[in-house]
Nanobody, 125 residues
Framework: QVQLVESGGGLVQAGGSLRLSCAASGRAFSTYDMGWFRQAPGKEREFVAAISWSGRGTYYADSVKGRFSISRDNTKNAGYLHMNSLKPEDTAIYYC??????????????????WGQGTQVTVSS
């Protein structure tokens, strides 16, 4: 079991920045790939970014490429999502998730076994 807790969400103006954190506990987080997903009201949960267990591979949705950056620190059992140039359409609840490194693709939420409770990000225009 891996427990995940997100933090760092809040209200920010368009063009601003936020850093989300994901604190992990339980089984060896360093052996899991990590992803960030988001869900806006009335919409399905969508992929945002992912990072491999080693940190060597990173993956992004086209909508955030060049603006968001994912990272992790396995010595601290933590992952991060750095969000720059935020837009109102980035408003959503953001979830971090973990999956086994052999359990399938990074982009599909179905492969992620563990989820946090989410943190709200609101971008005002």
């Amino acid at each position: 079991q891996v427990q995940l807790v997100e933090s760092g969400g809040g209200l920010v103006q368009a063009g601003g920045s936020l850093r989300l954190s994901c604190a992990a506990s339980g089984r060896a987080f360093s052996t899991y790939d990590m992803g960030w997903f988001r869900q806006a009201p009335g919409k399905e949960r969508e992929f945002v970014a992912a990072i491999s267990w080693s940190g060597r591979g990173t993956y992004y949705a086209d909508s955030v490429k060049g603006r968001f950056s994912i990272s992790r620190d396995n010595t601290k059992n933590a992952g991060y999502l750095h969000m720059n140039s935020l837009k109102p359409e980035d408003t959503a609840i953001y979830y971090c998730a973990a999956k086994g490194q052999y359990s399938g693709g990074y982009y599909q939420r179905m492969f992620y076994d563990y989820w946090g409770q989410g943190t709200q990000v609101t971008v005002s225009s």
